[in-house]
């Protein structure tokens, strides 16, 4: 038996993670957002899980705050 997430599941997921990276950083989603030439609104609803597929937005943001996705 294989535990699959829905697409909604991983964005759900991927949201908690990207949201807390970035507040752990202490970097706010404008600031994000500038590092990533997005908009604020791309990134809060990105952490709002309404980004489906969300995985190569998420790399995205995650390696503008330093990680390797």
Do not use: C, K
Request: aromatic content about 8%; proline content about 3%; overall charge negative.
């Amino acid at each position: 038996m294989t535990n699959r997430f829905t697409p909604q599941e991983d964005a759900e997921d991927l949201a908690i993670v990207l949201r807390e990276a970035r507040e752990m950083q202490g970097v706010s989603a404008a600031e994000l957002a500038h590092r990533t030439d997005m908009r604020t609104e791309d990134i809060l609803e990105f952490e709002a899980a309404r980004v489906i597929p969300a995985r190569d937005q998420f790399a995205v943001y995650m390696r503008a705050l330093g990680f390797e996705a």
